[in-house]
């Protein structure tokens, strides 16, 4: 891994704790994506912040899921349903109780339909996951290898 200087740490630290804050106001936010944020910010802190990378991936709220994405490139099946059942109460519920032009009406219906493709594309973790194999064979984490 490339050594950074204490600036370059700072500067991903400070992104970091940005994208978290970024993801945060995704999880209440319709059209904000907070898992693409807490992917950047585990990035930045695994690079900069091993105490703050940790705190991240240890959060009971949303550190399970960062790990068994960054591991697996999956989510589980609960995440799925919850995200596309909240997306779209959050978005029918502004397109037809908030928004009276049906062109952005018409937006937000596509955009929710792309957001859920793209949910829908993501691999399912299945409930048990096999244990990475190259952790026990190289000594080194499959999660810090993803980094």
Do not use: C, N
Request: hydrophobic letters at 55%; proline letters at 5%.
């Amino acid at each position: 891994m490339k050594k950074r200087t204490p600036f370059q740490k700072f500067i991903l630290s400070a992104a970091g704790i940005l994208f978290v804050g970024l993801g945060i106001l995704g999880m209440v936010l319709p059209l904000l994506p907070s898992t693409v944020f807490f992917l950047l910010a585990a990035a930045a802190f695994a690079h900069s912040s091993e105490r703050l990378y940790t705190w991240l991936i240890e959060h009971k709220l949303f550190g399970s899921l960062i790990r068994d994405y960054r591991l697996y490139r999956a989510i589980p099946l609960r995440a799925k349903i919850t995200s596309i059942s909240l997306l779209w109460v959050t978005i029918l519920y502004s397109a037809f109780g908030v928004i009276d032009s049906w062109p952005v009406r018409v937006l937000l219906l596509a955009i929710a339909a792309a957001v859920t493709i793209h949910i829908l594309t993501i691999k399912t973790l299945k409930k048990e996951a096999p244990q990475p194999k190259a952790e026990a064979a190289s000594g080194q984490s499959t999660l810090d290898q993803a980094l």
